[in-house]
């Protein structure tokens, strides 16, 4: 089980996210999860859909952001996101 710790400002003054990764690991995606808050703003611009979590008897919200892995309509590594279908 995971050990959560709070944030100390003195501890963990110099964890960084690393922006290039984070990029990166969404332009291979096809599909993101999105949480209810987000699903009337993502409906403008992405298809929605809602499917089962195969492991749980949850469900999941995700945005279809391509149509197969890597090809990813809105986002790419040299401009980032896109707010609108091209």
């Not at 809602?50 to 279809?64: G, P, Y």
């Amino acid at each position: 089980m995971a050990d959560y710790q709070r944030l100390d400002p003195a501890k963990h003054s110099d964890f960084r996210i690393d922006e290039e990764q984070r990029t990166a690991l969404f332009a291979e995606r096809h599909m993101v999860n999105i949480e209810l808050k987000e699903v009337v703003q993502a409906a403008a611009d992405f298809p929605l859909f809602i499917s089962k979590i195969s492991d749980s008897s949850q469900w999941a919200v995700s945005a279809l952001c391509g149509l197969a892995p890597p090809r990813m309509f809105f986002f790419t590594i040299i401009s980032g996101w896109r707010n609108t279908r091209r």
